[in-house]
């Protein structure tokens, strides 16, 4: 999302994060260049990925679909920055496959749910980045043979080659690809990634190649820098989603974010 993303505070508390966590490690990832999927035939397999537009169509973050009626994306997309509310449901729309104008599906939304343990207005923290996952319901599911669910599969190991696909700040209209980006760390669940992204990224899916076929191991969540280089945040999915993920058919209306107790 343009106005949500990435505090200052957030940047400098990651800058110090990501050089502790790279101080193991001697090698620089190498990265591929951004490339536009700006043809539906170059963006087919990827159509499940679309922008979840926010605040009335005034921002967006990107989301994907993992189950006919559910898209996943960052739990602080759901909030007003400068209010830390929740946005209503009416205020989401998914646009899935979005290019120049046009989506492959739109689907308004039922009801929202972030991470049970996720507080928008706590410090930030590894921890809070960790639980920085939403899941989606969409009033009506996405049955198409152009648009199937991701699968959610185990975090990659470091080094590890990984690509992310999203929409940002200066190509909204049309997804980008990073097919080449490295896991260069992990700790507490959230990784380390030299994938490229910026604002509106948040949210985007952070695929491997599974037998030939995608699978999203892990979601942008915020970026940061080292030096002159940019880095990325990524939150671990599998397990987490299984312990909360099916709770969202269960609310009818805008599910609220539980503060940690911790």
């Not at 050089?19 to 490339?35: D, F, N």
């Not at 009506?140 to 929409?167: C, H, M, Q, T, W």
């Not at 030096?227 to 599998?238: F, I, N, P, T």
Request: a negative charge.
């Amino acid at each position: 999302m343009f106005k949500v993303l990435y505090g200052v505070s957030m940047v400098r508390y990651f800058v110090i994060f990501t050089m502790l966590l790279i101080s193991t490690v001697s090698v620089k990832a190498e990265t591929g260049g951004l490339k536009s999927l700006e043809t539906t035939d170059s963006g087919q397999i990827w159509s499940a990925v679309g922008r979840l537009t926010l605040d009335g169509g005034r921002g967006f973050c990107t989301a994907s679909l993992i189950a006919t009626d559910i898209i996943l994306t960052a739990a602080h997309c759901l909030y007003d920055k400068e209010t830390g509310i929740q946005y209503g449901t009416e205020d989401f729309e998914f646009q899935a496959g979005w290019r120049n104008g046009h989506a492959e599906a739109f689907r308004k939304v039922k009801s929202v749910l972030a991470h049970p343990k996720y507080s928008f207005q706590s410090l930030n923290t590894v921890e809070k980045v960790s639980q920085d996952i939403a899941v989606v319901l969409l009033e009506e599911p996405i049955r198409s043979e152009n648009i199937k669910p991701f699968i959610v599969a185990p975090l990659p190991r470091r080094g590890d080659g990984v690509a992310v696909v999203s929409y940002a700040m200066g190509r909204k209209d049309v997804p980008s690809i990073q097919s080449l980006c490295e896991v260069r760390a992990e700790q507490d669940d959230v990784l380390l990634l030299t994938c490229d992204v910026d604002y509106g990224a948040s949210g985007a899916p952070v695929f491997v190649m599974s037998d030939g076929t995608a699978v999203i191991v892990s979601l942008i969540s915020a970026m940061t820098f080292l030096g002159d280089e940019k880095l990325s945040l990524g939150v671990a999915l599998q397990e987490t989603l299984n312990e909360f993920a099916h709770l969202v058919r269960r609310y009818e209306m805008p599910a609220p974010s539980i503060s940690s107790s911790d």
